[in-house]
């Protein structure tokens, strides 16, 4: 099979999925909705074939694509499908072009192969839910859109796979609709990811105009990046920041991660694969991509990584004090793509795609063992109704261990090899700061790490009536957790550092990608690294000792292990008051206009218009006056005013 | 040559119209979706026919009375192909979701609805477009004051008044350059292409005038900031049929207007004037929106919705770019499909709800999953989704903004996330949360009702994926004509060059 | 032949329309006198046509005369229907305009 066919399936696969299982779903909602319990009707299991079948196919073609690869020479890496033209204006053609290249797999790869495992847990989650096909539909169309967004070669090809998978991103938050809260949820996510949209759009528009005067207007993304040494580095960087505005949406960095946590509210699944492991990093990925950009603008650059920092710093504290066993992954997940951005930030491009493979694997790992808990427990997502859980659930415990001590940045573990590659290239691109904001950060996500399996796993059960009804599911969620962890446990020795006697083979990999910006001078003594990675160690094990002495004993709970300082607790609890604020200068705003402002408007302008009309009856009513309604007057008065206009006119014609 | 498709098309609907009247009641609806039908057909004949070029086509010339010009011109160019093929489909959809017990009058004004607006897209001639365009009022009004709900007395009075007054601002232009042109060139002929020659010789401050009273006429139908207060309450107290055409096709004859009258005529006042209808069209996208998003009833969230679109349509003519009339062009066409697939499905729901208040809706989507799956659909549509009809419209309008300002983008931008928040706002209130006891229960989309809608979402669909099908009859014009005010975009690129 | 004597008869024709329509309360008096003051202007239409060789002024009063053969039919026909509601042709009772 070519590589053109190959790129065909993993492309379409998960679209014809989609399409088919849309099928089911239409036909099965006027069906009458019963529950069953957790058993698989017919056409659930049809639809979770399919669905299932869908990924599968498009990650066997993207693994066989990605061993094709590495049989070939470097500069042979890339496979185009050209699908014909979309639109054009201008001077520009906007075309149906996907690409693989070695980025674009690294993507595709860490979709289809999470995004499969996902849709296989999803079948034992979701069973028995009434509307089962209709996710599978949501859940494959969003893999599709998420595959777009990778490949395209376009900029506004991009910019439909951004939207298809925030579009997809709303309906499965919002898919427990009956609950108008879930919904609500949907919606914040959306209109937030629109802000950043528009950022985006923006950002396009303005590399578009600034190439017009050379008559290459286009976005295309080979013409722009070509393009973009030519620019003047103010434009660059208006650029790019406008561009990264979109990221900031999309990958819930501050203020726009205001979304993130509210999008718990959809299934434990959606939460794994969408905002988790695949569609937040859509922005590292934008930035990834367009790195000849903002390799011209340094100043963009430190903006990123300053926000990443912040958003790193940000997230972990809130993630300290959660009391929903989701919320707290979730806010680890907005404090691991602040990471990320801080790896960008730093010029590390590499090391940021890396470290958003590692976090696809453990944080995905993180969230279906949370949601394993969470299906054990019917539906219980409270931390204060958990605990003593270990010894009852004997696969999900470890698995959720392993994907803790990921996340905690615990060596061997590949969330170690990423996070201490990102502190040391923060350290060597001259950002102490940052480096220091990493590393305490890196504490604090080994506390809250720990903290959650202490209170999850560890001590006895608070809730012994809950505890003791908990059960392992079935193979199809047990199978995603074995794989997932062993991901999560192995992914390290792709990047295992230099110092530590390892090979840096997944920045061998995309070096012909970044080859231009990646500085090879970073990795300076071993000893320096040496000394930054014991550093760092020292502080995670530090942290997730803490976290898991505080939490682990008896009576331990989601309150502040500080008495003291419980205002502050609370006050991190509630995510810093950020998403309140900004309801406050943005929202409530425009939500006063619409209820008031705007329609007083309508008032005036009404008030107006008839005011106007009002003349104009007064004046009718005067002239209704001279109205007798008789035929001869009327006669009369025509006939005066000829006799008058005539004799004008002959008097006037005279002079 | 003397009766070609323009010709039948003109002629179609008026005759159609006196036929429907002497037609008993159980037959009107038949006959008349049979004509709009054969109206499809003189488009899709048309648009078959179609040469990719920026020139006229179709011309038809009748020589008249030189009282009243030389000559009456006909005929199809990018900017009117489309509008005219979506008011023929439009025509047959309104018709289609009229009641089994509308009369024959009823039918026979909304005949004489298309039948105007067809004329007003087919001259070519100063004198009949504005004949056309006053008598497009006329249906316009019995539509909403003899079948309107209990509120269209109050709803139509400032829909004429301010239309009124817009008409009177035109006809002093038109008398002005007849008057003008006769004293000058010693016949009268109120030709399009002959009056831009004769105009430019007139005086900066009668040109700004004669535009001005152009503008007025247009602004108020499309509806620009702030002539749109009539709006909302027409919208929402006409019945279906008629607001399909009113907001479908009545509201882009105003811009059709701009582009196709007000701009060639007087294309020096157009460029002065341009940033500031500009501005007036990002503030009537922005206060559509926020209306809409404040709004109770579902009916009129969709009436603000369709003015906040206009206002996209507004802000890409007023760009002055190619890139911004091409978005222009394409918005009216998709927009013309959203909106009538948007108030049909509204209707739809309304129906069984039993009321178009937004706070008795809720749960929608358990009761009725299909109707919510195209509700969604058209929404998202409407929300500029890419992929579908309203995207790739939305992103040249903004793209052309930018090369007005680049915070002409930006602000209007805004509507990109206000557009979604009212959209995903009402189907919020329609469709989720848990089924309101009180509310009745009735049958999912019936068969009628899907062969209705179901061709509008195919067509959002197709439209979306391959917009060429629409774009490549309407970017030949729209790049020939927009080269007209190339200073201006050239001077864009240039100050983004400088940012 | 000079203008003169058409114009002459086209004055005194219109002027016994206009005076007839004024005085006469006649619903028939009223129309006849509309149908003389048309024919006035027809005349002088005719008269300047040939005068000046122009032949708008042949199509104009041809057109005259079918509108006008036209609006008799109508007129007569609303007649009739008035006197079959009123009984009577005196416009000075017709006064329904005012409403």
Known sequence: MSHVHLLGWILFAPLAAAVLNAIVALRSARLPREANGHSLRPRDQLSAMVGVGGPLASALAAWALGFDFLSRDRALRLVELDLGPWFSFGQAHVEWLFRVDALSLVMVLVVTTVGTLIHLYSIGYMAGDTGFPRFFTWLNLFTFAMLVLVTARDLVVLFLGWEGVGVCSYLLIGYWFTDAAKAAAGLKAFVVNRVGDLGLLLGMFLLYWSMAPGGQASLDLDLLLAHVSKLSVPLATAAAVLLFVGAMGKSAQVPLHIWLPDAMAGPTPVSALIHAATMVTAGVYLVARLHPLYHHAPAALAFIGGLGALTALLAATVACTQTNIKRVIAWSTVSQLGYMFMALGAGAFSVGIYHLVTHAFFKALFFLSAGAVIHALHGEENLERMGGLWSRLRLTGPAFLVAAAANAGLPPLSGFVSKDAILVATWHAHHPVWFGVGLLTAGMTAFYSFRLVALVMGGTARDPELANGAHEAGWTMGLPLVVLAVGALGAGALEWPHELGGTLWFSQWLEPIFYPSLDHGVHGSPWIDLALTAVSVAVVALGAAIGWGLHAGPGAGTESPWPRLQGLWLTMRRGWHVDESLDLVAVKPVVFSSKAAAPFLEVLLSACSRLLLGGVTVAGRGVAALQSGLARHYAMAMLVGLVGLVAWAVLAGGQ | MMFSLPVWMLLLPFLAAAVVMVLPRAWARTFSSLAMAGLVLLAAWILKDFRMTAELQQTVSWPMLPLFGQALRLGVDGLSLLLLVAGASLGLVAVLVAGKDRPPAFHAWLLLFVGTMTGVLLVQDLLLFYVFWELMLLPALFLILLWGDADRRRATMPFVAVTLVGSLAMLATVLAIGADVRLRAGAVTFDLDVLPMVLESWSPTAKTWAFAGLVLAFAVKIPLFPLHFWLPAAYTSAPLPAVILLSGLMAKLGTYGMLRIAMPLFPEQAAAWAPWLAGLAIAGILHGAVLALGARDVRTVLACSSFSHLGWVALGIFSLTAEGWTGALLQQVGHAITTAALFILAAYASERQGATKLATFGGMATTYPWLAVALVFAAMASAGLPGLNGFVGEFLILLGAWGLSPWAAAVGGLGVVFGAAYLLWLLQRMLYGAVPPASPRGADLSPRELVIVMPLLVMMLVFGIRPALVLDRIKPWADAKAGLFHATSSHAAEMAGNL | ?99
Not at chain 3, 9 to 38: H, K, W
Not at chain 3, 43 to 66: C, D, I, K, M, N
Not at chain 3, 79 to 86: A, D, G, K, Q, Y
């Open chain 3, 1 to 99: 032949m000079g203008l003169q004597a058409p114009l002459l008869v086209a004055a005194a024709l219109f002027s016994i329309g206009v005076g007839g329509f004024v005085a006469r309360r006649n619903v028939f008096s009223l129309l006849m006198c509309i149908e003389l003051m048309l024919n006035a202007v027809n005349l002088v239409f005719v008269t300047f046509s040939r005068q000046w060789l122009a032949p708008e002024g042949h199509v104009t009063v041809l057109l005259v005369v079918a509108l006008a053969a036209a609006e008799a039919a109508v007129a007569l026909a609303i007649v009739i229907m008035l006197f079959r509601h009123r009984e009577t042709l005196d416009v000075d009772v017709f006064a329904s305009m005012k409403e």
